[in-house]
């Protein structure tokens, strides 16, 4: 998944600055994804991408979209989606497996925060207003994020937990993110 961020962090480096003509230096965040005891790349904290522009006055920082953070709060994107879904009833078997994978460690009211986030703000958001349209039958909303799950047949392989994350990847940036929480 960290090669995945560091591509969609090298299309964000070479548009270059969005306020001024300035180019982009990295200036990555350090971040530890919480409701994770380890994190497989770098267990100690994960970098999250980003850039600062170079020109005097300007310095403005840009945060490609990533599918390991979501927004400031920094859970892995995984957890984010897979927890809730879990919930929902994903298959038994699916679950220990990613349990095992991951390490995971939720307690209920994380659980109960990141449901209410898919049923409310996730689901009033402009960008699943648009993105909805893209499924065929339409996703059950009341059972997001599973539904979300089944129509990328994450249990069946394991690659399309990642195009799961993709797709989630816009909403992921610090100003995307402020948009969707206000
Ligand atoms: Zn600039």
Redesign the pocket.
Known sequence: MENVDADLAETERIKG?R??P?KLHRADYKRKPRGMKFWPEDPEDTKRFSFC?D?EG???RHTPPSVRFLGRRVYGGLVAVLIPAMAHGLKPERVAQIRQALDLEIDRRTLERWRQWWLGMFVASSFWKEARARFMPPLCQETLPLSLCLSFEVEERRDRLLDLLKFLAPITTPKAWKDLVG
């Open positions: 600055c306020y001024c300035g522009c020109q300007c310095r403005r």
